[in-house]
């Protein structure tokens, strides 16, 4: 395998590239437009000292668009500093599922690296193997006359963008959620793809059949085609996916958070009770790093004993130094992410042990309250009341 270390070590300045942002108190349909205008999937917002993202996902779930405020569903995300390197760039983009990072300078926007450029820069080296070994294997798929809503209740719950269709078992085409945000949600230009309008369509927008919305020249590569072939492809198609095929078969989905993967810093991946466990920053010292692998993972159960649904947990550790003692301070951040609700916590001091003692309490007490208002809220045995 190819040493990326030069790669990983790249200041992010040096794939730095313009960036705009937009109002976060704008109504999310000018968000739409400035995606389009721009022909980005995502929009950073400045707040106060805090930047914030907009994901063409994140789109996907809100209902009314024009009254709808982007600070509602946007989300705060890490500043970088030219001094990052590329390998802290892709680990905090792989691990936040976002394309791109602001670059800030003496708190002044700057530029933003993307996740295409990172690629990019990486396929300059000889990256060795089939895609098989990079690709997402085992992609969920949708039959051709399956309305629009199943696909974007997918994309929402398994935070993914793109969607293989079939058509009596093999690929037919892709349905990805630029084409639901752009085509589907009110208030876009619905004349763009036309004819659903009205006649058979008329009615709910999210009840009109994939074929309609589904792209109508996919993007794929063969099991046994090598990285650099499959960049090339999507380059070539102006497309952010690949789908992976045997034949006609469809065996996985490659995205450049798929060739990220191989700058991401190392980390913590596991499953507690099959719950996937992240944790960016571990400790170098290893006493540190297996205290906070065990601490994390008596967290996470906690979590996943209380809600089933929950398919991600994740922490975030930055380091810093204390401005009297110049003592290690550390600040820690979770989040845990389940289809219908998301927990965050963040904590700080000096000692590890006693940042996640905190955060274990915030867990306890967050699960003893959410158990607490399902209880006062079910009104049928066999439902679960929603919070």
């Not at 004349?191 to 659903?196: A, F, I, V």
């Not at 590890?352 to 959410?370: G, H, N, P, Q």
Request: aromatic share 8%.
């Amino acid at each position: 395998m190819i040493n990326f270390d030069s790669l990983k070590k790249t200041p992010v300045s040096e794939l730095l590239m313009p960036v705009k942002t937009v109002n976060p108190s704008e109504p999310v349909s000018r968000v739409i437009g400035f995606m389009k205008e721009n022909n980005v999937l995502e929009a950073f917002c400045e707040a106060k000292e805090k930047t914030a993202i907009v994901t063409i996902r994140d789109l996907l779930d809100v209902k009314n668009i024009t009254k709808t405020k982007t600070s509602t569903i946007m989300s705060f995300i890490p500043r970088l500093s030219p001094s990052n390197t590329v390998s802290d760039a892709a680990t905090l983009m792989f691990f936040y599922r976002i394309r791109s990072l602001p670059v800030y300078e003496d708190s002044k926007l700057t530029g933003q690296i993307t996740l295409q450029s990172i690629v990019e820069r990486l396929m300059t080296f000889d990256v060795d193997g089939r895609i098989g070994s990079l690709m997402t294997p085992n992609p969920i798929c949708l039959e051709y006359s399956e309305p629009v809503s199943k696909a974007r209740s997918m994309m929402i719950r398994r935070k993914i963008d793109q969607i293989p269709i079939l058509k009596d078992g093999k690929l037919k085409s892709a349905i990805t959620s630029t084409a639901i945000v752009f085509n589907v949600l009110p208030g876009t230009d619905r004349g763009r793809k036309g004819g659903w309008r009205g006649g058979k369509h008329e009615g709910s927008r999210l009840d009109i059949p994939i074929y309609d919305f589904a792209e109508p020249d996919v993007t794929t590569n063969d099991v046994k085609d090598a990285p650099r072939e499959v960049f090339d492809t999507m380059i070539r198609n102006g497309t952010n996916y690949s789908i992976i095929l045997n034949y006609d078969e469809v065996q996985g989905i490659v995205t450049y958070r798929d060739f990220a993967r191989l700058l991401v810093n190392p980390r913590v991946e596991q499953a507690v009770d099959n719950l996937p466990m992240y944790i960016v920053g571990l400790p170098e010292d290893p006493f540190d790093a297996e205290l906070v692998r065990t601490k994390f993972g008596r967290i996470a159960q906690v979590f996943k004993r209380s809600d089933k649904e929950i398919n991600e947990i994740r922490a975030v550790i930055k380091k810093g130094e204390g401005p009297a003692t110049r003592r290690k301070r550390y600040e820690v951040k979770v989040f845990v992410n389940s289809p219908i609700r998301q927990h965050s916590y963040s904590s700080s001091g000096f000692e590890l042990a006693d940042i996640f003692d905190r955060v274990e309490s915030w867990a306890k007490s967050t699960v003893a309250r959410y158990g607490a208002r399902i209880k006062r809220t079910r009104v049928d045995a066999g439902l679960l009341a929603k919070e």
